[in-house]
T-cell receptor, first 119, second 114 residues
Framework: EPEVTQTPSHQVTQMGQEVILRCVPI?????FYWYRQILGQKVEFLVS????????KSEIFDDQFSVERPDGSNFTLKIRSTKLEDSAMYFC?????????????????FGEGSWLTVV | SQQGEEDPQALSIQEGENATMNCSYK?????LQWYRQNSGRGLVHLIL?????REKHSGRLRVTLDTSKKSSSLLITASRAADTASYFC??????????????FGQGTILTVHP
């Protein structure tokens, strides 16, 4: 089954450093997302991306965050100057809009996540 | 708003028993999805139920949706030790501009003892 892949699986970074988390969404998907989960807390929406632009973002997604789809396959999340509170698991997700069968256009598929620890 | 609140927060059962987890939400939804997360791992999609559906089955999973009560339940029948994980409901709000954004609940930690 196609899957969303994320790299790195773990990253430790110093406070103030820039971090780029990478994702390869499922190939025929057109909507892309980043979510995060602080340890022991809910999974929170950060941003959605469609047609090469941000379609929606949460209040968490401030100027320190940016997303990019540099080519036809990768989708990246950049944190410009990391803070301790950015430590979390970051999930990339993708969705198709093609309703080929059942719910395939509605189901959002998540990657394994990237653990980010800011020290 | 506290969209997607699950109960119980933790559930401990013996292998072979059924596990029922509930989810409540506050706003109108387009669909509700259940995910499983093994400790420290990714979110695995289990089942999606649309707002105009009342019940769906997938293998040992049964999901119900009551839009009048704004609640859903996930039933895992004949549980196995491998079902041990956290289970989350996630709602997609009704309306045209959500672009599929999901709002997650806190999750239910299920432990199945062999």
């Amino acid at each position: 089954e196609p899957e969303v892949t994320q790299t790195p699986s773990h990253q430790v970074t110093q406070m103030g450093q820039e971090v780029i988390l990478r994702c390869v969404p499922i190939s025929n998907h057109l909507y892309f997302y980043w979510y995060r989960q602080i340890l022991g807390q809910k999974v929170e929406f950060l941003v959605s991306f469609y047609n090469n632009e941000i379609s929606e973002k949460s209040e968490i997604f401030d100027d320190q965050f940016s997303v990019e789809r540099p080519d036809g396959s990768n989708f990246t999340l950049k944190i410009r100057s990391t803070k301790l509170e950015d430590s979390a698991m970051y999930f990339c997700a993708s969705r198709s809009i093609r309703l080929l069968d059942g719910n395939s256009g509605n189901t959002i598929y998540f990657g394994e996540g990237s653990w980010l620890t800011v020290v | 708003s506290q969209q997607g609140e699950e109960d119980p927060q933790a559930l401990s059962i013996q292998e072979g028993e059924n596990a029922t987890m509930n989810c409540s939400y506050k706003t109108s939804i387009n669909n509700l999805q259940w995910y499983r997360q093994n400790s420290g791992r990714g979110l695995v999609h289990l089942i999606l139920i649309r707002s105009n559906e009342r019940e769906k089955h997938s293998g040992r999973l049964r999901v119900t949706l009551d839009t009048s009560k704004k609640s859903s339940s996930l039933l895992i029948t004949a549980s196995r030790a491998a079902d041990t994980a956290s289970y989350f409901c996630a709602t997609r709000s009704a309306g045209g501009t959500s672009y599929g954004k999901l709002t997650f609940g806190q999750g239910t930690i299920l432990t199945v003892h062999p």
